[in-house]
């Protein structure tokens, strides 16, 4: 089993900045995929950002591109999402997910992320 836990959620103001973590543990095999995602009330869960864990080539939606930067750290299963110049849009619950190369995908619990002054 794969154990995702993501941390960093919180009340931010708008313009300021989180930076949400994600750390897996378990049986993890062969990582291809790093990502988050978000799910605002009422709304499908869309993807923020991902990176691919071979050559770090990275994805951002059109609605964070320049205000959110997504990395990883392989020799620690752990990838972050930089979040800068928040507004009230970016509120969320956000889950990270992992896909290993057999085509498996794991998913946090979630983390809040509240944008309000």
């Known amino acids: 089993q794969v154990q995702l836990v993501e941390s960093g959620g919180g009340l931010a103001q708008p313009g300021g900045s989180l930076r949400l973590s994600c750390a897996a543990s378990?049986?993890?095999?062969?990582?291809?995929?790093m990502g988050w995602y978000r799910q605002a009330p009422g709304n499908q869960r869309e993807l923020v950002a991902n990176?691919?864990?071979?050559?770090?080539?990275?994805n951002y939606a059109d609605s964070v591109k320049g205000r959110i930067t997504i990395s990883g750290d392989n020799a620690k299963n752990t990838w972050y999402l930089q979040m800068n110049s928040l507004n009230p849009e970016d509120t969320a619950v956000y889950y990270c997910?992992?896909?290993?190369?057999?085509?498996?995908?794991?998913w946090g619990k979630g983390t809040q992320v509240t944008i309000s002054s």
């Open positions: 378990g049986d993890i095999y062969r990582i291809n995929l």
């Open positions: 997910k992992l896909s290993d190369i057999p085509g498996t995908h794991y």
């Open positions: 990176i691919r864990s071979t050559d770090g080539n990275v």
